[in-house]
């Protein structure tokens, strides 16, 4: 095993990371420090071997585009959920799941929960992909990010907690069907533009709660890991407590 395959699969193991474990995966990759342009590849070919065929990997493919924007399953919108590893990711993605907001691409043994019981105007709470990873034990891992870059699971909790900052609203997105144009209604959740949040204050106090956090120290910044079973359970408790919770303090 050369070197750099080595540290990556310790990395893995640090963050209690299994074979034939279910993944979703957000990821930074400069966090690691590693000067190479085919460094994704490698990093994702690692992953791959690491979890196994019995394992599953699922990572973000989200559009949150205007109404003009057009959904095509085959096409990956490049925004902030893009990542190098997601880019990678999604040349060799065997599934997709056809939500218009937030979608999700998968390969592995459960592969196929993306495509079960989908209704495209679902991004967040019940039968969101969410809450079908949460009900297949995914592990929730954050290679090299934190919560404030990637904790999009706080935003489906703050949908199931209903938090009084959020306003129900009807966004008409458009969706490629064959080879013509449709126009689908989806329920969604604004939030007040102006407000800030602090998903990593929220993150702490996960683990001050109960959850189990794995942190691991890269060179610039850390990876963690938690099962979203954790993260739903923890995060329903705070913000039963503080329906405001995500949002950062001012003075």
């Given at each position: 095993m050369d070197t750099l395959k080595k540290n990556i699969v310790n990395h893995f193991k640090k963050l209690k990371i299994k074979k034939n474990d279910n993944i979703l995966v957000y990821s930074k990759l400069s966090s690691f420090g590693?000067?190479?342009r085919h460094f994704s590849k490698k990093f994702l070919d690692i992953l791959i071997e690491?979890?196994?065929p019995n394992g599953t990997i699922i990572m973000p493919s989200y559009t949150f585009e205007n109404k003009d924007y057009i959904f095509n399953i085959k096409t990956l919108k490049h925004n902030y959920s893009s990542?190098?590893?997601?880019?990678?990711?999604?040349k060799i993605k065997k599934i997709r799941s056809k939500r218009l907001?937030?979608?999700?691409?998968?390969?592995?043994?459960?592969?196929?929960?993306?495509?079960?019981?989908?209704?495209?105007?679902?991004?967040?709470?019940?039968?969101s992909d969410f809450d079908i990873m949460t009900k297949n034990n995914?592990?929730?891992i954050f290679f090299g990010c934190n919560a404030d870059e990637a904790g999009t699971f706080f935003i489906h909790l703050e949908y199931l907690n209903k938090v009084p900052y959020r306003k129900d609203i009807?966004?008409?997105k458009k969706i490629l069907h064959g080879k013509k144009n449709k126009i689908i209604k989806v329920n969604y959740s604004s939030r007040p533009?102006?407000?800030?949040?602090?998903?990593?204050?929220a993150f702490q106090k996960l683990k001050r709660l109960g959850a189990k956090i794995?942190?691991?120290?890269?060179?610039?910044?850390?990876?963690?890991?938690?099962?979203l079973k954790d993260f739903l359970k923890y995060g329903n408790i705070m913000l039963k407590k503080n329906k405001n919770a995500l949002v950062k303090k001012t003075n």
């Open positions: 590693i000067i190479d690491y979890i196994g990542s190098l590893l997601v880019k990678e990711f999604f907001i937030h979608s999700h691409i998968a390969l592995g043994l459960k592969a196929g929960i993306l495509k079960k019981n989908i209704d495209p105007t679902i991004s967040l709470g019940r039968n995914f592990k929730c009807i966004l008409k533009k102006k407000m800030v949040f602090d998903f990593n204050s794995n942190k691991v120290e890269l060179k610039y910044g850390f990876s963690y890991s938690l099962s």
